[in-house]
Structures are given as structure tokens and as C-alpha cells.
């Protein structure tokens, strides 16, 4: 009963289990099938997840690209509101009109302090910035004034302005 197929290489009759070709193919064929089924199911994980990822990553970039965008409107209300607050500080006559000449040169700095570069390239504060410009264009300044609030018509000694006039114009009452 000597078949090359199952044939004991060691010699041992009957210790170890001998396969035929046969037995030997489907046994490996089984196997691979496993493997090509865990394979599978493996890369359908991987993509499932490959997927998940991507799209956790986009919403990760929308979410900011909107803090970015949230940012960039705080840190723009923050420079308006300085503005409009000097120009309030110098009694500037409309703030709403005289906004855009500032804004264009400013910018927020690291500490959060509002800075103004003017035509000449230097940076200063927004404060000094704008309590020069309404130094130099008292067009743009209210008139504070109190209406009324020029010569009282009596000095310190009770003296009236318009009784030396009528008395210029022989017009003085007799008390």
C-alpha cells in the first residue's frame, strides 16, 4: 500500500497524520477563503472609517474656517467700537461719517490695543491717532459752547455792557 501521496517522510508509521494533495488543497483553499473574508471585511472597516474621517476632517475645516471668520467680525467690531468711541471723546460732529478714515489704518495688536498707521507709515495708538486729527480739522469738532454762555452782560462790579451803550446813544434810562 505505498502511494507517493502518503508517503512519511520521517519514517514514523503512523505518528504524524499525512495529507493527500488533495486533502492538502482544499485545507489551503479553506484557509484562503477565510483570509480573503477577513480581508474583505477589514477593508470595508477601513473605507467605513476612511469615510468617517474625511468627513470628520471637513467639518473640522468648516468649523474653522467659521471661528476664523468669527474672529476676523470680532476683531473688526472691537476696532469700530474704539473708533467710534475717540471720536465721541473729541466731540467729533458725526462719528458714523468720519468712521472710515480711520478704519483703513487700523489694526489690533497682540495685547488687544488699537493701533493706527497713518499715510506716513508710523503706527500709533488710536487714541493719539485720532485726538490729532480733530486737533487739525476743527471743522470736524462740535461746538461745546453753552448757548449764551459768551459775556453775562454784568462784570464783577455790577457793570452793564448795554447801559454804556444807551448812555453812547443818549438813550440811558433815569432811575
Not at 90 to 98: D, H, I, Q, R
Not at 124 to 133: E, F, P, V
Not at 135 to 148: E, L, R, S
Request: charged letters at 30%; aromatic letters at 6%.
Amino acid at each position: 500500500m505505498s502511494n507517493e501521496n502518503n508517503v512519511n517522510p520521517t519514517g514514523n508509521n503512523g505518528a504524524e497524520k499525512l495529507f493527500t494533495q488533495s486533502e492538502l488543497d482544499t485545507i489551503v483553499k479553506e484557509r484562503l477563503e477565510r483570509e480573503r473574508k477577513r480581508y474583505s471585511a477589514d477593508a470595508d472597516a477601513m473605507n467605513e472609517l476612511n469615510k468617517q474621517m474625511e468627513s470628520l476632517q471637513a467639518e473640522l475645516s468648516q468649523l474653522k474656517e467659521d471661528k476664523a471668520a468669527q474672529a476676523k467680525q470680532l476683531k473688526s467690531e472691537k476696532i469700530k467700537n474704539v473708533i467710534v468711541n475717540e471720536l465721541n471723546k473729541g466731540n467729533a460732529v458725526n462719528t458714523s461719517s468720519l468712521l472710515h478714515i480711520f478704519t483703513g489704518g487700523a489694526d489690533m495688536a497682540d495685547d488687544e490695543s488699537i493701533t493706527y498707521t497713518g499715510e506716513d507709515g508710523k503706527r500709533t495708538l488710536m487714541s493719539d491717532a485720532i485726538a490729532k486729527w480733530l486737533k487739525n480739522n476743527d471743522w470736524a469738532v462740535k461746538c461745546t459752547q453753552i448757548p449764551g454762555s459768551g459775556y453775562g452782560g454784568r462784570g464783577a462790579s455790577g457793570y452793564n455792557r448795554r447801559d454804556e451803550l444807551r448812555e453812547a446813544f443818549g438813550l440811558k434810562r433815569k432811575e
